[in-house]
């Protein structure tokens, strides 16, 4: 069966400081893969989406980037934070040319400071 | 732009109930939808997935599809105080990318 990973499970950050979030699928290959955050009393936002190695599509234009250096690895990252990038993020993936059923990982709360 | 509209709640249904949770959304090509329930502090769990118009049953759980009228609901049956949750609807916008909704918290009232 699949799994994902997603660490830390939460994190306080300052503002300014450098940000690395990762992710990991067990049990499928070639995975869609997606980075999501959901804001205090928000709904998801869509903010990276793979479809294979080093093939990344940014949604929304801010201070974060993606990368997946391996098939089934994900990583957010950013140089510096800012007080709105606190928030649950959510790493996601799906099979590729399916329905687009989407399987979240564990997530991670993130807190600037 | 593509957007998936939800009654925020909160919807508070007493214990036994059917709870009912709607959805509209607004790209008529969209072909794949899904219910997502989340937990206090926790990642989305999904629950139900649709792609034909009409209803689709699984155990307490009914989702029902209309794509003429761009509306996609649940039914809880029985609800239970576990069933308290807010509730997302997802559309397949496109490349396997899905557009959620702000869910709608629900209450379940002993």
């Known amino acids: 069966s699949q799994t994902i990973h997603q660490w830390p499970a939460t994190l306080v950050q300052p503002v300014g400081s450098p940000l690395s979030l990762e992710c990991t699928v067990e049990g499928t290959s070639n995975p869609n893969l997606y980075w999501y955050r959901q804001a205090a009393g928000r709904g998801l936002q869509l903010l990276f989406y793979s479809i294979g190695i080093d093939q990344i599509s940014s949604e929304v234009p801010q201070n974060l980037s993606a990368s997946r250096p391996q098939d089934r690895q994900f990583i957010l990252s950013s140089k510096k934070l800012l007080l709105s990038d606190s928030g649950f993020y959510l790493c996601a993936w799906s099979v590729p040319l399916g329905h687009g059923v989407t399987y979240f990982g564990p997530g991670t709360r993130l807190t600037v400071t | 732009q593509k957007e998936v509209e939800q009654n925020s709640g909160p919807l508070s249904v007493p214990e036994g109930a059917i709870a009912s949770l709607n959805c509209t959304y607004s790209d008529r090509v969209s072909q794949s939808f899904f219910w997502y329930r989340q937990y206090s502090g926790k990642s989305p769990e999904l629950i139900m997935s649709?792609?034909?118009?009409g209803d689709k049953e699984d155990g307490r759980f009914t989702a029902q599809l209309n794509k003429a009228s761009q509306y996609v609901s649940l039914l809880i049956r029985d609800s239970q105080p576990s069933d308290s949750a807010t509730y997302l609807c997802?559309?397949?916008?496109?490349?396997?990318?899905?557009?959620f909704g702000q869910g709608t918290r629900l209450t379940i009232n002993p």
């Open positions: 649709i792609y034909s118009n």
């Open positions: 997802a559309v397949n916008g496109g490349a396997q990318k899905l557009v």
